[in-house]
Structure formats: structure tokens, C-alpha cells
């Protein structure tokens, strides 16, 4: 790329990547050695504003001693799921909310560490994303 940042798209969850960069000078062909190897590991996909705006999703309150409300209306019914992962990538929580257009439930995190978490609301064709802060 001619420019000083690069996207990389299509990387799975959970998998490990390795990079390189090498810098090539078009206008007089001089070039560098490779860079040190750099890793990277996704671990959540975040929703996109296009993809938020097709829903009403809210999880209250938020921060919380524990007790989140996860609330969401849907323009049409689907089996949903929920998970919890922790900023590692590890999954921590799971349930299946069942086929709806409409739900409200209550995730009980009381047990846990304080800290951020990554709830991920999903069907067979979106992922949305919140961050829920236990205190």
C-alpha cells in the first residue's frame, strides 16, 4: 500500500495472525528488511451503526453491581443468543433467548470480577455488541 495505514479484513475470531512490513521506496527502489513479526488475535466482532440502527437494544444499568437488564426489539423475529467474554477473547456466559422480535432479560454477573465484559447479541446473520462494566 502507498499509504501509512492498512485494513485487513475477513480475520476469524480467536485466531492467531502474524505480520510483517516491509517499506519499498517507489521513486528510487530502495527497500527496508521486514519489520519484527507482530501478532494479532480478534476476539469480537462489533456491530456497525448501520446494523445498531436496525434494532432497539439497551442493557441497563450500566455500570452495575451485576445485575444487567438486556432489552431489545427487533424488526423480526429470530433465535437469538447471548454471550458474555471477558477482554481476553473467553467466553464466560451463554444463553439462548429463543426465536423473537422483542425480548428483556436479566444477566446476573454478581460472581464475577469487577471489570469490562463484551456482551454479544447474535442470530444467524447479525452480531451486536455492547460493553457492560461489572463494578
Request: hydrophobic share 35%; proline share 3%; aromatic share 12%.
Amino acid at each position: 500500500t502507498s499509504e501509512t495505514t492498512f485494513k485487513i479484513e475477513g480475520l476469524e475470531n480467536g485466531v492467531t495472525y502474524f505480520f510483517r512490513v516491509k517499506a519499498i521506496n517507489t521513486y528510487n527502489g530502495l527497500e527496508s528488511g521486514f519489520s519484527e513479526v507482530v501478532s494479532a488475535r480478534p476476539s469480537v466482532v462489533l456491530g456497525t451503526e448501520e446494523d445498531l440502527q436496525a434494532i432497539d437494544l439497551q442493557v441497563y444499568p450500566n455500570p452495575s453491581t451485576g445485575k444487567f437488564t438486556l432489552e431489545g426489539r427487533f424488526k423480526t423475529p429470530s433465535a437469538w443468543q447471548v454471550a458474555i467474554f471477558d477482554l481476553t477473547g473467553k467466553k464466560v456466559y451463554e444463553m439462548d433467548l429463543g426465536k423473537t422480535n422483542s425480548l428483556q432479560t436479566e444477566i446476573d454477573l454478581s460472581g464475577w470480577a469487577s471489570g469490562m465484559y463484551l456482551l454479544r447479541l447474535s442470530n444467524e446473520n447479525q452480531v451486536f455488541s455492547r460493553r457492560v462494566v461489572k463494578e
